[in-house]
């Protein structure tokens, strides 16, 4: 997913997600210097490891 989908499927912004991916919580996949994406099972992932600590 690029980022503006990745946002929209976490149900935050567009800079909470490079911010995630910045600090670690998501893994962020550079597929040129222009182009990141994010997995969805990562983005699944990070969203499970949320509600258990809820």
Do not use: C, H
């Amino acid at each position: 997913m690029r980022d503006r989908e990745a946002a929209s499927y976490l149900g935050v912004g567009v800079s909470t997600v490079w911010m995630f991916s910045r600090q670690g919580k998501i893994k962020a996949i550079k597929l040129s210097p222009r182009v990141t994406v994010w997995a969805k099972s990562d983005l699944d992932a990070f969203v499970m490891s949320r509600v258990q600590s809820a």
